[in-house]
């Protein structure tokens, strides 16, 4: 420091005054809090404030049990899946089976995302944001097996590439008109999440999380290709979670439905059911939109996957497998006083509800 930063250093501590009043004597916390204001009221449907409570221990598990699913898709081995291993035709087959699977489990990231925000909103407990937010995480999973199947099998697919045989054009045919449908789904269900009371977006995932785990199941038995036999184990595994944090859930606040709501589930499980129906057995005219070619078109495609060992089962399997998996949440429903609806696709007998395409919540 040279001699006129010295001087300068001097004059300014010179012109420090010790401040009146003792500055070591503790503050009047009483009068600062007598003062104090609290904040105007937090907004409805705000993230804040936040609280980390939990009512159900068993979500905190289930949680534990998904934060390594033990699993990914890209350590599936997908170098045994040799296209060449296949006709063109069953090449188009298969990946029009992911693809139409694509429609269900592609909806999945972003139907789970946007409830994960709602329960944020709506300060549910902790475990349950976070269980949705693993169960964003599988779905993702679940959304990159189908790209990746239909990618190996049909690049640029399911609908940039220019299929070459006339079953291949059905093929792509039946995937637009599938996806023309899967955006109607995505329009109501935004609607929808808003709308509906906890119960019932949980009643719904359920019937979701059921129809998801049955038929992956199915498919795991029966397959005989090597890389969907083990994608099909570790989904069903996924999806097997799923139904438990929805049964947790179900288990706490099913006891306490008003009538407005059980009405409500009915209706839900029929439109659950419809919906579904597309890929679990056949998709009922209720709600999908699709051209008198579509369910020829389906079966040709679904006999020619099948000869290639995808392990698609015949309609009368699928039949009864769609049945009992329904008949399941029957079970778990009607003890806390909700009536089923007549799903006669099935052969189940019960109350006859209206169809509403803007109650459509549940995927998989
Ligand atoms: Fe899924
Ligand atoms: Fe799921």
Redesign the pocket.
């Known amino acids: 420091m040279d001699g006129t930063a010295t001087q300068s250093a001097q004059h300014s501590a010179d012109l420090l005054r010790i401040p009146p009043g003792n500055p070591t004597e503790e503050p009047d916390a009483e009068a600062i809090l007598f003062d104090g204001a609290a904040p105007p009221p937090f907004p409805d449907l705000n993230i804040f404030p936040l609280s980390w409570r939990t009512e159900t221990p068993k979500l905190n598990e289930l949680y534990e049990s998904s934060r390594d699913p033990g699993w990914n898709p890209s350590r599936l081995p997908w170098h045994t899946l040799n296209v060449e291993d296949y006709t063109l035709d069953q090449r188009y087959a298969l990946a029009y089976w992911w693809g139409l699977l694509s429609t269900f489990d592609g909806s ?1 990231p972003v139907v789970f995302a946007r409830t994960m925000i709602h329960t944020f909103e709506t300060h549910e407990e902790d475990p349950v944001r976070k269980c949705f937010f693993s ?1 964003t995480r ?2 993702m999973h ?1 959304e990159e097996v189908c790209g990746r199947a239909i990618q190996t099998l049909t690049p640029g697919g399911p609908l940039g590439y220019v299929p070459e045989t006339m079953l291949g054009k059905l093929a792509q045919n039946n995937v637009q008109w599938l996806y023309h449908n899967g955006a109607r789904y995505w329009d109501s269900f935004k609607n929808a999440v808003h709308k509906y009371p906890l119960p019932i977006l949980f009643t719904s995932f359920l019937m ?2 059921v129809a ?1 785990a049955t038929l992956f199941n199915g498919m795991y038995k029966s397959t005989t290709i090597p890389v969907f036999k083990e994608a099909f184990r570790c989904i069903g595994q ?2 097997a979670r ?1 139904m438990g944090i929805c049964i947790a859930v179900l288990e706490r606040i099913l006891p306490a439905l008003t009538d407005e709501q059980r009405t409500m589930i009915t209706k839900q499980i029929r439109a659950g059911f419809v919906f579904l129906s597309a890929v679990l057995y056949e998709p009922p005219r209720d709600f999908w939109e699709l051209p008198p070619t579509f369910n020829d078109a389906n079966r040709r495609l679904e006999e020619v996957a099948r000869s290639a060992g995808l392990g698609i089962l015949t309609l009368e399997q699928r039949r009864e497998n769609w049945r009992n998996a329904v008949l399941k949440m029957k079970g778990l429903l009607e003890p806390h006083g909700i009536v089923f609806p007549a799903l006669p696709e099935v052969g189940i007998d019960g109350e006859t509800v209206a169809f509403d395409p803007e109650d459509i919540i549940p995927v ?1």
């Open positions: 999945g169960i599988d779905e679940h979701g999380e998801s996924d999806e799923h998989f």
